[in-house]
């Protein structure tokens, strides 16, 4: 796997961004649930090619809904801030689970594309008007050459030549041997 380090803007938003929903966090009345939040930043590395910074904001942003409930949480702690974080912690690994998924599958997508470019690529076909001699069947190249029709398509496609003689070939090739219709 190619490792894609994140671009320093995007760190430096991701930073700032986390320490605001903190700092929101931590001033908020009980039971306002700021925390869920944390799973924008997790959607902000969705423009980083990067699998494992995804992993990093997300452990970092659960690392924070925990350090936000026990910077905030009141004794005794009341039930809807422990239920609060659990379903932000929730969403956040639900969120990265599915980005995840979805960087893999835009992954496969691009390797796949690239296969197909290069298979096309080593595509051989022959297009266009071909200058064919009507008596000879020679056939005129680019440079101006005449070459037997065989050469020609074998050059310029993946075809290969078994050679025979039809019937009427032979006949007037080797009229001896013929007793009588073949």
Not at 3 to 15: Q, R, Y
Not at 110 to 127: G, H, M, S, V
Not at 153 to 172: L, V
Request: proline share 5%.
């Amino acid at each position: 796997m190619k490792l894609h380090l994140p671009n320093i803007p995007l760190v430096g938003v991701t930073i700032l961004s986390a320490g605001s929903i903190l700092v929101l966090d931590i001033f908020q009345p009980v039971g306002v649930a700021i925390g869920i939040l944390y799973t924008s930043l997790v959607l902000i590395t969705l423009w980083s090619a990067n699998r494992p910074f995804t992993l990093i904001v997300a452990t970092a942003s659960s690392i924070l809904v925990v350090l936000g409930f026990w910077l905030k949480a009141p004794h005794p702690v009341p039930a809807i801030l422990i239920e609060n974080r659990v379903l932000t912690l929730i969403m956040i690994w639900l969120t990265t689970i599915f980005l995840l998924l979805h960087k893999r599958a835009l992954e496969e997508r691009q390797r796949l594309f690239q296969e197909l470019q290069d298979a096309l690529d080593k595509i051989k076909t022959l297009r266009g008007l071909v200058p064919i001699c009507s008596s000879c069947k020679k056939i005129r190249d680019d440079q101006g050459y005449w070459n037997q029709i065989e050469l020609y398509i074998q050059e310029h496609s993946d075809a290969q030549f078994s050679h025979g003689i039809c019937p009427e070939c032979f006949k007037s090739l080797y009229p001896d041997f013929v007793k009588g219709d073949i």
